[in-house]
Each structure stands twice: as structure tokens, then as C-alpha cells.
């Protein structure tokens, strides 16, 4: 794959035939492989918890997370702007955003400042490890945002190692649980590796000490 459009599958340009193309590629598998990840987590939290979602992309994972948990607070954060409108026009999630539930933000999740210290339960990201660069600025942020005994899950693939390490720059995992583990997370590990074939996922887990 072409370092142009492995950067689209990062963050799909608005307008542009790549970013296109990139956007008709992650939405092949129908989200399947989000949604599971999103539902396995949803069963550790009760109704209204808040929540961040790192890179929700076309919403699959969102849309669960929002239906399984209720949360009190959820929020979006997508640097694509492509993404963000579709997110904000879903018609799934229109009453999420009306209520102010949802909000959809544009920045670096290196930078959060409009997210207090310590008030997140859950921080999710699924197939955007591979982009934090460096991923320990992330990873200290997240850490910030989070409650005591909040958790931090990442979706990773396999196949992204097989991809332009230029831009997909995380995928040693055991390297990025060790990096979660110096930021300060405790019980960081990958699980077992769930579903099958293309939309087959390993989470990577850790939570903020109590």
C-alpha cells in the first residue's frame, strides 16, 4: 500500500478521491470488528458513564457504546474532517448531538484540554494505536483524563505491520504495552484475539491505577 493512501486511512481527506477511496475501504467491513470490540467493553460499565473515543471514524463503535452504556458524556475526537461530518449528520446519532451528549471534536488527542483531569471511565480507540506519534504524549494524556480504575482499550490488527511503517508507526505490541506500563497504566496486556480473518482484532488493555 502507497504511503498516500495508508496517511488517507489515517485521517480521510473531505473531498479528495483518496480520501474517498479510504473511507470506502474502512467501511468494507460494515464496522463488524469495531461493534464487537465496543460491545465486549460496554459489559464492564454500567448506564452513564463518560466516555472518549479516539478516531471513531465512520461511528460503528460510537453508535454501540452509545446503545449499550447510555453514557452521560461521550466524546468524539476525529482529526478528519470527513469523518467529523458524518458523524455529526448520522442520523443514528443526531439525538446523541442534540442532546449535547455527544460532542465532536477536531483536535490532536495529544492535546484534550477541554477534558478535566480524571473524569473519563473509558478511553477507546480502535485502529489508531499505529498513528500516536509519540505514542507516550498520547498515552500521558489519556492517563490524565481518566478516573482511578478507568480503562484504556485499543483494537489492533495484525496486518498493519505488513503496512508503510512510515505511517503506521505502532504495531510492536508488546512495545506498546510497555509504554503504557511507564506512562503510569497498570495490568496492560493483549487479549485474545477475537473474530475471524480480515475483521479479526486483538485488544490491547490497561487501566489507571485505583
Given at each position: 500500500?502507497g ?14 478521491c483518496?480520501?474517498?477511496?479510504a473511507q ?17 467493553i460496554?459489559?464492564a ?5 463518560v466516555?472518549?473515543e479516539i ?11 452509545i446503545?449499550?452504556c447510555?453514557?452521560?458524556r461521550f466524546?468524539g475526537i476525529?482529526?478528519?474532517e ?11 446519532l ?5 442532546s449535547?451528549?455527544l460532542?465532536?471534536?477536531?483536535d490532536?488527542?495529544r ?5 478535566p483531569?480524571?473524569?473519563?471511565e473509558?478511553?477507546f480507540?480502535f ?6 506519534d ?7 494524556e ?5 478516573k482511578?480504575?478507568?480503562s ?18 505502532n504495531?510492536?505490541?508488546?512495545e506498546?504495552l510497555r509504554?503504557?506500563?511507564t ?8 487479549e485474545?484475539?477475537?473474530l475471524e480473518?480480515p475483521v ?7 487501566r489507571?491505577?485505583l
Open positions: 500500500m504511503a498516500s493512501l495508508a496517511k488517507e486511512l489515517r485521517s480521510p481527506t473531505s473531498g479528495s483518496m480520501g474517498w477511496m470506502k475501504i474502512m467501511d468494507s467491513g460494515k464496522g463488524v470488528d469495531s461493534i464487537d470490540a465496543a460491545s465486549q460496554a459489559t460499565f454500567g448506564e452513564g458513564p466516555i472518549a478516531g471513531p471514524g465512520a461511528g460503528h463503535a460510537t453508535k454501540e457504546l446503545r449499550s447510555s453514557p452521560s466524546y476525529e482529526i478528519s470527513a469523518f467529523r461530518e458524518r458523524l455529526t449528520n448520522d442520523k443514528d443526531q439525538p446523541s448531538v442534540a449535547g451528549v460532542t465532536v471534536h477536531g490532536d488527542a492535546d484534550l484540554k477541554f477534558i483531569d480524571n473524569s473519563v473509558l478511553v480507540a485502529n489508531v494505536i499505529y498513528f500516536l509519540p505514542l507516550s504524549s498520547y498515552l500521558q489519556f492517563h490524565r483524563i481518566l482511578p480504575g478507568g484504556l482499550h485499543f483494537g489492533v490488527k495484525n496486518m498493519a505491520k505488513d503496512l508503510d511503517s512510515s505511517v503506521y508507526i504495531t510492536d505490541w508488546d506498546c509504554e503504557m506500563m506512562v503510569g497504566f497498570e495490568d496492560a496486556k493483549a485474545v484475539q477475537r480473518g479479526s482484532y486483538i485488544p490491547l488493555v490497561c489507571k491505577p
